[in-house]
């Protein structure tokens, strides 16, 4: 069974910064593809970023150059550093795992099995 706990969520203004975190509980996390996605009221869930075990990343064009993942295996935990943050970043964040990452442009729900419960982030002009 994986778990995986989301926190870092906020309000900021635009331009601000937040950082998120993604911790995983029951699993062999260092073997994990973990991403983020992002569902904002009335709109689909979309792929925000991803990263492999050897640390492979992949970003949607949306927030390329803004946004940044990281993993601490150490630590079972996937971080999204968000700067420079839109209103059109306001939505509900939730990370999620696989057992692999899917050779991709951008990361696809579809291929993660384990989700967590997500953290809203919310961007005011």
């Known amino acids: 069974q994986v778990q995986l706990v989301e926190s870092g969520g906020g309000s900021v203004q635009a331009g601000g910064s937040l950082t998120l975190s993604c911790a995983a509980f029951?699993?062999?996390?260092?073997?994990?593809?973990m991403g983020w996605f992002r569902q904002a009221p009335g709109k689909e869930r979309e792929g925000v970023a991803a990263?492999?075990?050897?640390?492979?990343?992949n970003y949607a064009d949306s927030v390329k150059g803004r946004f940044t993942i990281s993993r601490d295996n150490a630590k079972n935990t996937v971080y999204l550093q968000m700067n420079s943050l839109k209103p059109e970043d306001t939505a509900m964040y939730s990370c999620?795992?696989?057992?692999?990452?899917?050779?991709?442009?951008?990361?696809?729900?579809?291929?993660?099995?384990?989700w967590g419960q997500g953290t809203q982030v919310t961007v005011s002009s």
């Open positions: 999620a795992a696989a057992a692999w990452c899917p050779a991709r442009p951008v990361p696809v729900s579809a291929d993660f099995v384990n």
């Open positions: 029951g699993y062999t996390y260092s073997s994990a593809c």
């Open positions: 990263i492999d075990i050897s640390g492979r990343l």
